[in-house]
C-alpha cells in the first residue's frame, strides 16, 4: 500500500498563493488516480480536486474550479495543489489521497472510494 505525506501548508491572507505536497512511497504513484479532499473544523470532509493516474485527466469541486490546480509528477512520485485566491472558507485541514486503478473514476469525490490517506496539512487563511 502505498504511503503519503503532505506538507505546503500554512498561514495566508485572503487572495495569496500556497502549493502544497503530496510525496508518496511505498509503491509507485502512477498506480493511482489521487485526490484532495480537505476538512474544516466541525465540518464534514469535502472533496477538493482528483487526477487521473497519467495526469490527463482532472476534475474540481465548484467551490475551487478556476482557482485550484491538482497536477503531478509520477517520476518523483509527487502529487500537488497550488491555491490560489485564496478565501478564508478555504481554511481547513488539506489531506491527499489515493485509490487504486480498478476504482471507477465516477466515484472520484466519494471520499470512502479512496484506499489510502496522508496525514494532512493545515491552511488557514485570514481575511
Known amino acids: 500500500q502505498v504511503q503519503l505525506v503532505e506538507s505546503g501548508g500554512g498561514l495566508a491572507q485572503a487572495g495569496d498563493s500556497l502549493r502544497l505536497f503530496c510525496a508518496a512511497s511505498?509503491?509507485?504513484?502512477?498506480?493511482?488516480?489521487m485526490g484532495w479532499f480537505r476538512q474544516a473544523q466541525g465540518k464534514e470532509r469535502e472533496f477538493v480536486a482528483a487526477?487521473?493516474?497519467?495526469?490527463?485527466?482532472?476534475d474540481y469541486a465548484g467551490s475551487v474550479k478556476g482557482r485550484f490546480t491538482i497536477s503531478r509528477d509520477n517520476a518523483k512520485n509527487m502529487v500537488y495543489l497550488q491555491l490560489s485566491n485564496l478565501k478564508p472558507e478555504d481554511t481547513a485541514v488539506y489531506c491527499c489521497?489515493?485509490?487504486?486503478?480498478?476504482?471507477?473514476?465516477?466515484?472520484?469525490?466519494?471520499?470512502?472510494?479512496?484506499?489510502?490517506w496522508g496525514q494532512g496539512t493545515q491552511v488557514t487563511v485570514s481575511s
Open positions: 489521497a489515493a485509490r487504486t486503478l480498478s476504482r471507477a473514476w465516477s466515484r472520484r469525490s466519494d471520499w470512502q472510494d479512496y484506499d489510502s
Open positions: 511505498g509503491r509507485p504513484a502512477s498506480s493511482y488516480n
Open positions: 487526477i487521473s493516474w497519467s495526469g490527463g485527466v482532472t
